[in-house]
């Protein structure tokens, strides 16, 4: 028995449901600059390099509030880091909605909330981790990163919706008041909670050689699946309208629509049906069959821009479903292979390599559009994502099972 097993209670107190409605509300502000892009472009006057750094300065300040937070639930725990960043997410999700008007206030306020968020995200693990039976956790994690598609999916629809009626303030305003009710939910969940601050059991509070070769390739894995995953949901929205809106198969908004569905829809199946089969089967497996079918997809898809539009959809929602779904595993099998003491630090130092990795790849697929003859340029950028899905199989079959 690991000191993680012998620190988790048999069931915990933490309410599972309200925490994945928290997590569905509070990211539901996740995607609202980049479904209001295109009109924020004219009103806000930035060029396309002013808004990518917008976008920028929002993922760099949730990577250190990744790092920071993560560390913090080590020192205070993540209850209490949980509760406080849940209320200063919907605190700099109104900040945003009321001021940000130009590319510099966005700046300020995308970064104030990307400081907040990072504080959502690995303390909702850690609870999860300290109050569900671990035959039930690789589940649990995943109903709770299926949360967060959802999330997103909300997040692109309503935004998309209202900033076509009633403006972007609109749209800015009512993803800001779900970020709110996500913070009253989160009290709710975690309000009986069970911290991870147990004491390990004599011997086993430090890694063993075992546990830090498997806690150091799950963190390669991580930073493989990231490399994947941020490179597809950044550059997938562009090659669909590169190979649809050209020959006129839909409409601007009925492809942005379509590209959400495809992309977190199918990542919201993904996550919770890969914590399921973790559970039942291990997670080496899993991890090896997400990993593959990654790379099949980052392969092949850059090659499809000719197919009909149902047919490359379809292909989108598997690239979507196989790119997300071995996050909950990968999750899951950390908390059993590191000592509960340590969680949060390992945790916080693997999501800064990891959205490192993943704030590289879309430049790396950039540039290999940019330097391969157009009729190649997709399916070679495309292919540079691979990179990281064999890195993450690579890792998976090294794995213990």
Sequence with gaps: MTAQASATPKSGSLHLPSLVMARVCTTAIFMTYPACLNTLLDAWQMTATRAGIVQGVFTAAFALSLLVSSFLCD????????????????????????????????????ALMGLAQGGTYTPAIMLVSANTPQRRRASAIGWVLAGMSAGYVISIFLSTALMAVHGYETAFFATAAITVFGWL???????????????????????????????????????GHCWELFGAWAWIPAFLAAALLARNAVSPIELGLWTALALHVSGFFASFLSGYAADRYGARPVLIAFALLGAVCSLSIGWLDGLGVVVLLAVTALYGFATIGDSS?????????????????????????????????????????DLSPDTLGWGIA???????????????LLLRS
């Design 382 to 396: 495309f292919s540079t994502l691979a990179a990281g899905a064999v890195v993450a199989i690579l890792c998976a």
């Design 185 to 223: 939910l989160g009290q709710i969940a975690v309000r009986q909670a069970r911290e991870l601050l147990a004491e390990a059991s004599p011997g086993r509070g430090t890694f063993d050689r075992a546990m830090k070769k498997r806690s150091r390739l799950l963190t390669l894995g991580y930073i």
């Design 75 to 110: 020192r205070i725990g993540a209850k209490r880091v949980f509760s406080v960043s849940t209320l200063l997410a919907a605190a700099a999700a109104l900040l945003f909605a009321s001021f940000a008007r130009s590319f510099e206030t966005a700046v300020v306020f995308m």
């Design 329 to 369: 595993v990968l999750s899951s099998a950390m908390t059993d292979a590191v000592p509960p003491e340590q969680l949060g630090r390992v945790l916080g130092l693997r999501s800064v390599l990891g959205v490192g990795a993943g704030a590289l790849s879309p430049a790396i697929f950039g540039l290999a559009l």
